[in-house]
């Protein structure tokens, strides 16, 4: 029996999958519906341990979806329903966008200001590929951490609302899409 095949039957006998491998998962619970996101927690540990933290601080309860830009990306995790920006509760971290990560179709990456290390609670999902995000491209580029796995059906739903100025703000849902939960989900068996 070759290696690989022994491999995989040791494997297969202690219940050893694939899931074993796969990232830490995070359930974003929204007024569209769920969004299941699998962290690259070993390609990029300072943003996935920053995201888990606000998830596990329940930060994310009640904010929205606050950036829809079709064909581009849709940002979430800084602001009420009524446009009041949240303060944070975690210093900014380091950006760690030369992980080697693309901002493609999908990704989840840290939104941050014009200061490279800047990013807090704030994040994207990216709608289409966006090779300007990435590192060595625009700037410093923008930190992959993750990838939705469930729900870019509801992602595509999300980037196609209709969207209007408010304030000081453009690319507004006209709707309040908001964040009602968000967990760690558990690994399947």
């Keep these: 029996m070759s290696s690989l095949k022994h491999a995989i039957v040791i494997a297969s006998l202690f219940g050893l999958t694939t899931n074993v491998l ?76 030369n992980n080697g990560l693309k901002n493609l179709r999908g990704t989840v990456a840290m939104a941050r200001t014009g200061a490279i290390n800047s990013a807090t609670s704030q994040f994207f999902i990216n709608t289409m590929d966006n090779p300007t995000l990435d590192h ?5 580029g923008y930190a992959v951490f993750g990838r939705v796995t469930r729900g870019m059906d509801v992602v595509d739903n999300i980037a196609n609302v209709p969207t209007s100025k408010k304030g000081m703000h453009f690319d507004v849902p006209l709707k309040p899409i908001i964040i009602l939960d968000a967990k760690v989900s558990p690994k399947p068996f």
């Design 22 to 97: 796969a990232g830490t998962q995070v359930t974003l619970s929204t007024t569209q519906g769920d969004i299941q996101i699998e962290l690259y927690d070993q390609q990029a540990p300072i943003s996935s341990n920053n995201f888990l933290k606000y998830v596990t601080s329940g930060f994310y309860k009640g904010t929205i979806f606050h950036r829809v830009i079709p064909g581009f990306m849709v940002q979430a995790g800084g602001f009420t329903p009524n446009m009041q920006q949240k303060p944070t509760t975690f210093p900014a971290i380091k950006n760690e966008a």
């Design 136 to 140: 060595g491209v625009r700037d410093y």
